[in-house]
């Protein structure tokens, strides 16, 4: 029997932080605006959270990863928080996808 292949891609943490913190440098759950770079003691530094945690069957993809500061990460922690307290992006793959199709659109000599 063959296997079918998830449209959703899995993404490295450190590649997901830099795509999603170029477009919304805010925290996804609180709104405070985040840094990339760690200052000691600073709690606005951006962090990947996941949506539907890990431990509760949450995955890699671009629809369960989100960027938060260090104190909504560390205050959810494993809990389940409703997709409707987020700001900004719902979902990063859909913006993934509208970059690439836009960039197709505006080169189309590089398919």
């Keep these: 029997m063959r296997r ?3 449209k959703n891609i899995s993404i490295s ?5 830099r795509f999603a913190f170029k477009r919304y440098p805010f925290c996804q759950w609180c709104n405070r605006p985040l840094i990339r770079l760690p200052h000691a003691g600073n709690s606005t530094i951006a ?9 509760k069957g949450g995955n890699h993809l ?4 989100c960027i938060s500061c260090v ?6 922690n494993n809990d389940l928080w409703d997709r409707e307290w987020m700001y900004g992006p719902l979902d990063w793959e859909i913006v993934r ?11 189309p000599n590089s398919v």
């Design 4 to 6: 079918t292949r998830k």
């Design 13 to 17: 943490l450190k590649r997901f932080l």
């Design 47 to 55: 962090t990947v959270d996941h949506i539907i945690p890990k431990s």
């Design 62 to 65: 671009w629809d369960n990863l």
């Design 71 to 76: 104190t909504c990460n560390q205050l959810k």
């Design 97 to 107: 996808l509208e970059e690439k199709s836009n960039y197709l659109l505006t080169h």
